[in-house]
Each structure stands twice: as C-alpha cells, then as structure tokens.
C-alpha cells in the first residue's frame, strides 16, 4: 500500500508565524482567568471578550441589562463592592460593573441599563460614588 504525505500543508503549518511568546504568555493567562472566573458563576455571561492593550489583557464579561448577575459575579469571586452610575449623557441609563483581579487579569463584568430608577452607589460598602 503507498501512504503519501501532504508535504504542502505540513509546511504551511510549520511556517506559519508564531505570536511573540511575551503576547501569548498574556493571552494564555487571560484565558485561564476567564475560565477561573466562569467556573465560579451561577448566572452565565450574555458575551465574553478578551482585549489586549500594550500586551496586557482584560477579560470582559458582559451581561445584557442584568445588574444582579454583575451582583451575583462579585459575590462569587468575593469582591467588596459593585459600581453603579448614571450615565452622564442620559438620564435614562446607568452602568453596573464590578472587577476581579485572577492571576493579575483584571476580570470585568459590567452591564449597561435602561431604567429611572439606578443611582450612583456602590455597593457593599454604603458609600456613595
């Protein structure tokens, strides 16, 4: 029987440019951090991304009009504190967010709502932002 190799595709691959070892390092721990962070939560995340600047990375966990997920995300990485504010260019609006730092990955669920009813707190703390 003759077995025949494909050495085209075999070089294309052995060829193909690596990222620079620094940025995949980054990326790799970003990854790792998503993970940690999703393998805690109860409620799962509408959207998560990845964003790298100047080789670092920030994990982002996006809920669609959901602050008690962004709640239930700080409770279960034990985070002091959830920031609301009102967004500054509508008055119907306000953004809930609250960060986690895995492994030197800052971990960012946020989401944005439409509603009258949100003030500038932050919770957890009883102080006003």
């Known amino acids: 029987m003759n077995h025949t190799t494909d050495s085209t595709s075999h070089e294309a691959a052995a060829s193909a440019?690596?990222?620079p070892p620094p940025l995949r390092d980054a990326l790799m721990r970003?990854?790792?951090?998503a993970?940690?962070?999703v393998s805690h939560l109860t409620v799962m995340p509408t959207a998560?991304?990845?964003?790298?600047?100047?080789g670092r990375f920030t994990v982002s966990l996006f809920y669609s009009q959901d602050?008690?997920?962004v709640r239930a995300f700080a409770t279960a990485l034990d985070l002091d504190s959830v920031v609301s504010v009102r967004n500054p260019a509508s008055?119907?609006?306000?953004?809930?967010e609250a960060t986690a730092y895995l492994g030197g990955v800052p971990v960012r669920a946020w989401t944005?709502?439409?509603?009258d009813s949100s003030l500038t707190e932050v919770a957890g703390?009883?102080?006003s932002a």
Do not use: I, K, Q, V
């Open 67 to 69: 602050a008690d997920a």
């Open 125 to 127: 703390t009883g102080a």
């Open 30 to 33: 970003a990854l790792a951090a």
């Open 112 to 115: 944005l709502l439409n509603d």
């Open 17 to 19: 440019p690596e990222p």
């Open 48 to 54: 998560l991304s990845l964003d790298e600047y100047r």
């Open 35 to 37: 993970e940690a962070a």
């Open 91 to 96: 008055d119907r609006t306000s953004f809930t």
